[in-house]
């Protein structure tokens, strides 16, 4: 067994445990009421970096062009990372009493309550993988669409579309999500195994198109 084979099962088993024994660890004394709440602010915090990531990615990137092979990533931590601490702070404030539950209602519910955060968290790290900096082969085939690009993509044209039918725009409504940032992380690759920088320019963010 190599090293990267055990760095891959390392990243691949070592996160998603993490996540799950921080949360029980740090927020089982919160209760389920103060954990639906907090599911419900993360919800939404990914709901407005989803929304508006790729508008300050090409802000970062015109603005800074040795970041455009990361702004994406970095954008899209930042907005969330904001809108949850805003949210966040507001619930705190506008719910100010905890609820208490029957011991088995609580203990039952706290416990699949947490488990569906730890499931919405590692989705949220899962699909913000494929906006990160770490490069891929260019042997690789293109992975296909994670269950979170499929619930974005439904609800983008649903209950969570503008209230104009003229101004309703699907989320990766072409279906190229995934293809488009492997060819990004493939650049990165190839650039990294052939010593050239993976910085950004000013030329390549000239060429930087958003989708409309």
């Known amino acids: 067994m190599s090293i990267p084979v055990v760095l891959y099962l390392i990243y691949g088993y070592a996160i998603p445990v993490v996540i799950l024994a921080v949360l029980y660890g740090f927020r089982w004394k919160a209760g389920m009421w103060g ?6 602010t993360v919800l939404f915090s990914f709901l407005i970096a989803v929304g508006w990531w790729e508008d300050v990615a090409e802000l970062l990137a015109q603005q800074a062009p040795i970041t455009l092979f990361v702004a994406d990533c970095v954008a899209f931590w930042i ?7 805003i949210l ?57 669409d994670s269950v979170a ?21 699907q989320f990766d409504g072409e ?4 293809s488009l940032h492997q060819q990004r992380r493939q650049a990165i690759m190839y650039n990294q195994l052939n010593g050239d920088s993976i910085k950004g320019s000013a030329d390549l963010v000239g060429k930087l198109k958003r989708k409309e």
């Open 79 to 85: 907005i969330f990372i904001v809108a949850l601490l």
């Open 149 to 169: 690009i499929k619930i974005l993509r439904i609800l983008s044209v649903g209950n969570l579309s503008a209230f104009s039918e003229n101004n309703v725009k």
């Open 35 to 40: 954990n639906c709440i907090s599911l419900g």
């Open 88 to 144: 966040d702070t507001a619930t705190r404030f506008m719910s100010t009493v905890r609820i208490k539950y029957a011991d088995v209602i609580e203990n039952v519910g706290n416990g699949i309550v947490l488990f569906l955060l730890f499931l919405t968290l590692y989705g949220i790290f899962l699909f913000a993988e494929d906006l990160g900096p770490v490069g891929e082969k260019l042997v690789a085939d293109s992975p296909g």
């Open 175 to 178: 279906g190229e999500f995934q």
